[in-house]
Nanobody, 114 residues
Framework: QVQLVESGGGLVQAGGSLRLSCAAS????????MGWYRQAPGKKRELVAY???????NYADSVKGRFTISRDNAKNTVYLQMNSLKSEDTAVYYC????????WGQGTQVTVSS
């Protein structure tokens, strides 16, 4: 069973950038699509971006043009580069595959101050 550990969150001013990492304890090479999710206080967890094994990516409209997802299969790591951050991006960020097959990690908190 793959375990997922998210890191890289923090406090940043609006307009700033952060790079999140999701390290898997096992190989992600065979996982077709890995995604980044987020959950803001009082809201449901939502998918913000995913990337397929062939490195095709897809983004929620709310982050399109600002976030970039990538994966390094050799390092078993998925990244989320977040630029032009907005206060509405404040949330706990998690990674998982699109079927949410794995136990959720602890997430990483992103707080954007306006």
């Amino acid at each position: 069973q793959v375990q997922l550990v998210e890191s890289g969150g923090g406090l940043v001013q609006a307009g700033g950038s952060l790079r999140l990492s999701c390290a898997a304890s096992g190989s992600i090479f065979s996982i077709n699509a890995m995604g980044w999710y987020r959950q803001a206080p009082g809201k449901k967890r939502e998918l913000v971006a995913y990337i397929t094994r062939g490195r095709t990516s897809n983004y929620a409209d709310s982050v399109k043009g600002r976030f970039t997802i990538s994966r390094d299969n050799a390092k078993n790591t998925v990244y989320l580069q977040m630029n032009s951050l907005k206060s509405e991006d404040t949330a706990v960020y998690y990674c998982n595959d699109l079927d949410k097959s794995y136990d959720w990690g602890q997430g990483t908190q992103v707080t954007v101050s306006s």
